[in-house]
């Protein structure tokens, strides 16, 4: 295992790759909409968008991953950041604790 020091990324988690689809909505009872998955940290996931949403606003999040072994993650977020991809948005967001 590398040490925090050998890492070439200096973040406090690691991002792992991901290809799964996540769902999400604004708030509960809204319909929820698909993207897809593109990276995961132990406080946040990385996620692309065909909308655009607003630091700070709060989303509810479903994770599948492609296999059944593995449970859905369900979690709520914090959008920290959204770029513009000209198709689509790569939104980062972090993990909320409550």
Known sequence: MLSRT???EKRDFIRMAVDC???YRKEEGAAEKQGA???LSAN???FESDENYAEGS???L???PRNSLTP???MQVEVVRADDMGENYLVACR???S
Do not use: C, H, K, Y
Request: avoid cysteine; aromatic fraction near 8%; proline fraction near 4%.
């Open 37 to 39: 998955g593109r990276n």
């Open 95 to 97: 993990a909320l604790t």
């Open 72 to 74: 859905p993650l369900e």
């Open 62 to 64: 479903r994770v599948m």
């Open 44 to 46: 946040g996931i990385l």
């Open 6 to 8: 050998e890492q070439s």
């Open 21 to 23: 689809d996540v769902f």
């Open 58 to 60: 709060r989303l509810f």
